[in-house]
């Protein structure tokens, strides 16, 4: 565990990104903040959302204006703000007749949300307009469609943004470190924290009159809810991604399941095409990592199939698949889970502030109600409003060396300042493209060494997305990976054996399909062994190594 100080003006518990939007805040502020998380940053919700930033329009139908406001309001924040890691992205609604919303209903909802964002942004498309932008589209009984806009973000990457920038604010953020108990008076007022590192096991004491337990669907296991009224309910969105050559679409599409009458996206996103969510309560145990599951699967393809009949797709096509959980917050009255409202909550306990609710695009007003909340605690305190800037204000920067102003806008969005630093360490080849994502080969080693990356998961699942965004996870790409990463993080080639197996295991268990990384056979675990025993001679003979790079492109 790196140092840590004994006391701090405020702890968070929970690295995604409430925790992170709070961390981002109070750091500005001047308070001194330690942000602790038991697994990886943003390893759950907040790595494997819809990646939309956006008002919700099936909020304004169930009544939630002051939710889809805020969320549009916070929509143009960010787009201000954050350009290259939120970014506009058209959205199509087709119109059928005899089923879903008909004309005049989306007319009147598209301009509630148009007036939220003070700017018109959506238009009516005939039926040949429309078929024109998504040709391989149902065509009986289209009667036409809406266009009109959003936005959409790299989730992970957000928070390691705000991580970031916190830490450079003088904040101390940790993964990997659980709360092993809020530590309080003997009149019960919060004193501080008992943190462990759950991989070493080192155990460390800090003295805080203020936390702040943003864990998600963990929450109520830090801090009961007393109100026997209102509790955590769990719910699973699930999406699959498809390759954009199979689902070839060009903007967002959002459609009625023909089933249950509820929408799914259709989203191109990083080079690929995601296709969800699904809603439904999540009844495995919170230690396992969520995957999607069967039922799920033929839920969403059943979806786009109906919408694009002709493509023919199947499972079998999918590159992976992401499942997450929403940790909303129920009142026990028997709601559909789609009926649950997204509307965050608090609780107070005597310097313990406990938030759980919520959506990422909030996050910021989320965040700051629980500041507002343990301003009692904090009375030197002054709070920002939500009108004040979330990041600093975005400057014109210029192209960093060999780099298209796309590029550079994309790079600047999702690693702040730090861009610069991939730049100027880059090699020419490494300002390129990985095949078949926008990803940099220079993201990998930048990343590596300045974003806490303790496992190949935290590497290719949200440091880069690459782990979504390819087949097999990524696995052909490896060896290359090795050359750039396995140097900075000080890994030796056991380690990185051991690395790659647990990274593949994972991403069969959490992403993959049953078709996809077969188990090894006895000629592969006759490899592993001869691979296992080979990398022992390298490391006690580092001379051997610059030889062996040359010919090792297994990079498994």
Same mark, same amino acid.
């Given at each position: ?16 990104? #409430? ?7 109070? #750091? ?39 939710? #889809? ?26 119109? !059928? ?15 509630? !949300? ?72 003997? =009149? ?40 026997? $009224? ?64 069967? =039922? ?48 965050? =909550? ?25 500041? $507002? ?8 305190? #002054? ?46 080849? =490494? ?14 080693p930048y990343a590596a060494a300045h974003e806490t990356v303790r496992h190949l998961s935290d590497l290719l699942l949200r440091r880069v997305r690459i782990g979504l965004l390819l087949p097999e996870g990524g696995r052909s790409h490896l060896a290359r990976i090795e050359l750039l990463c396995r140097p900075v993080l000080g890994w030796d080639r ?37 691979? !296992?025993q080979l990398d022992r001679l390298l490391d006690r003979f580092p001379s051997m190594a610059e030889w062996w790079v040359k010919i090792d492109r297994s990079g498994s």
């Amino acid at each position: 565990m790196p140092h840590l100080p004994s006391s701090c003006d405020l702890v968070i518990i929970g690295g995604g990104v #409430t925790g992170a939007g709070l961390f981002h805040e109070t #750091t500005r502020l001047g308070l001194t903040v330690v942000l602790a998380e038991q697994h990886d940053f943003a390893w759950g919700t907040s790595s494997r959302s819809s990646k939309l930033i956006h008002g919700g329009l099936r909020y304004l139908r169930e009544g939630h204006f002051m939710l #889809t406001r805020d969320a549009v309001k916070e929509r143009e924040r960010l787009l201000r703000e954050a350009p290259g890691l939120v970014t506009p992205i058209a959205f199509l609604m087709p119109v !059928y007749k005899g089923h879903g919303p008909g004309r005049w209903t989306l007319e009147a909802g598209l301009s509630i !949300y148009d007036l939220m964002a003070q700017k018109r942004q959506h238009r009516f498309l005939s039926a040949d307009e429309l078929l024109a932008k998504v040709p391989f589209i149902e065509r009986r009984a289209l009667v036409g469609g809406y266009q009109f806009w959003d936005a959409q973000v790299d989730d992970a990457r957000l928070v390691l943004r705000l991580i970031a920038e916190g830490r450079t604010a003088g904040g101390t953020a940790l993964n990997y470190t659980r709360a092993l108990s809020v530590d309080r008076d003997p =009149d019960g007022r919060v004193q501080g924290v008992t943190l462990q590192d759950v991989e070493s096991g080192e155990i460390h004491t800090i003295a805080a009159p203020a936390v702040v337990n943003a864990t998600g669907c963990w929450a109520e296991a830090l801090h009961p809810q007393h109100d026997g $009224k209102r509790h955590l309910r769990p719910l699973r969105g699930s999406h699959l991604v498809f390759p954009s050559q199979t689902l070839p679409v060009q903007c967002a599409v959002s459609c009625m399941h023909p089933e249950d009458g509820r929408a799914v996206f259709i989203i191109p996103w990083e080079g690929v095409v995601l296709v969800g969510t699904t809603d439904l309560d999540h009844h495995g145990s919170l230690a396992v990592e969520p995957r999607i599951s069967d =039922d799920e699967a033929q839920y969403l393809l059943t979806a786009v199939r109906t919408l694009f009949p002709s493509l023919g797709l199947s499972l079998k096509q999918c590159i992976s698949s992401l499942a997450g959980l929403r940790p909303i917050i129920s009142g026990g009255d028997h709601k559909a889970p789609s009926e649950e409202s997204r509307e965050h =909550d608090i609780w107070v306990d005597r310097g313990l502030v406990t938030i759980a609710g919520g959506k990422l695009t909030t996050y910021r007003r989320v965040a700051l109600d629980a500041l $507002k909340a343990a301003q009692p605690f904090l009375p030197h305190l #002054t709070r920002p409003t939500p009108e004040s800037p979330g990041f600093a204000a975005a400057e014109p920067l210029p192209p960093g060396p060999g780099m298209a102003p796309e590029a550079w806008q994309r790079l600047c969005g999702r690693y702040g300042a730090g861009a610069f630093t991939i730049a100027a360490e880059a090699s020419p080849e =490494d300002l390129q493209n990985i095949p078949g994502t926008p990803t940099l080969w220079a993201e990998l080693p930048y990343a590596a060494a300045h974003e806490t990356v303790r496992h190949l998961s935290d590497l290719l699942l949200r440091r880069v997305r690459i782990g979504l965004l390819l087949p097999e996870g990524g696995r052909s790409h490896l060896a290359r990976i090795e050359l750039l990463c396995r140097p900075v993080l000080g890994w030796d080639r056991l380690r990185w054996r051991r690395e790659v197996r647990a990274y593949l295991r994972q991403w069969q268990a959490a992403h993959g399909f049953a078709w996809q990384i077969h188990p090894p056979g006895l000629l592969a675990h006759i490899r592993q062994w001869l691979q !296992y025993q080979l990398d022992r001679l390298l490391d006690r003979f580092p001379s051997m190594a610059e030889w062996w790079v040359k010919i090792d492109r297994s990079g498994s």
